[in-house]
């Protein structure tokens, strides 16, 4: 069973930074796209940035700029490096990785962290 373990979330002031961590546990033979959505209560969970294997890179307009993905493959890591934060990017913050494979032969799997929170006060 494949598990998604995301850090890093917390409390920061507008203007301030902050650093999402997501590790990839498990067998784990390869991952095609990691990424980040996030859910605002009362608002549907929107996409924030994706990274493929190959590094590109996609990000919702609202963060251009200002939010960075990356990605250690060896790791089975993604991160979410956030910049001038702002207390419209509050919300829980999720981790998924899609085209998981646990093996080269397997049927590829999409899996979902459990949320970190995000707050930011103005």
């Known amino acids: 069973q494949v598990q998604l373990l995301e850090s890093g979330g917390g409390l920061v002031q507008a203007g301030g930074s902050l650093k999402l961590s997501c590790a990839a546990a498990?067998?784990?033979?390869?991952?095609?796209?990691m990424g980040w959505y996030r859910q605002a209560p009362g608002k549907q969970r929107d996409l924030v940035a994706t990274?493929?294997?190959?590094?590109?890179?996609d990000y919702a307009d609202s963060v251009k700029g200002r939010f960075t993905i990356s990605r250690d493959n060896a790791k089975k890591q993604v991160y979410l490096q956030m910049n001038s934060l702002e207390p419209e990017d509050t919300a829980v913050y999720y981790c998924?990785?899609?085209?998981?494979?646990?093996?080269?032969?397997?049927?590829?799997?999409?899996?979902w962290g459990q949320g970190t929170q995000v707050t930011v006060s103005s």
């Open positions: 998924i990785a899609r085209g998981v494979r646990e093996y080269y032969y397997s049927v590829a799997h999409e899996y």
């Open positions: 498990g067998t784990i033979f390869s991952i095609n796209d």
């Open positions: 990274i493929n294997s190959g590094g590109s890179t």
